[in-house]
Every structure is written in C-alpha cells, then in structure tokens.
C-alpha cells in the first residue's frame, strides 16, 4: 500500500499525519481526539482544514483513476 502524508505548520509546531490508503476515517478520529484536547494547540479549525484538504486529495486521485 502506498504511503501518504498530510501535514500542518501551526506557529511553532508542525503536525505531520502518514498513513495508507483507506486508513482515512482513522487519520480523521485522529484530527478529532486532537482537537477536543485542550492541552494542545491543535484545534477544531486545524482538524476542518486537515480534514478539507484530505478530500481535496481523494477527489484528486478518484479524478485521475475515472481519465
């Protein structure tokens, strides 16, 4: 299975997700447990934008498996 990265620059912190193809509702459960905890600086916006950009990728490479 191929590798996949996201990641998010924050300040003085960099989020960085790897995962493979079709492990995306985890990466997701992932960006939610982050979010609800206070004791980080990864908040409900970080998790939308990550989120956001995650789908952006899948439409991408469902658009260039269908041509």
């Given at each position: 299975m191929e590798m996949r990265q996201i990641s998010l620059v924050k300040g003085s912190h960099r989020f960085v997700f790897r995962y493979t193809s079709g492990s995306e509702p985890q990466i997701i459960d992932s960006f939610i447990e982050l979010a609800d905890d206070a004791n980080?600086?990864?908040?409900?916006?970080?998790?939308?934008?990550?989120?956001?950009?995650?789908?952006?990728?899948?439409?991408?490479?469902?658009?260039?498996?269908?041509t």
């Open positions: 980080n600086d990864f908040d409900w916006f970080d998790a939308a934008v990550l989120s956001y950009q995650m789908g952006k990728k899948m439409e991408h490479q469902l658009d260039e498996a269908i």
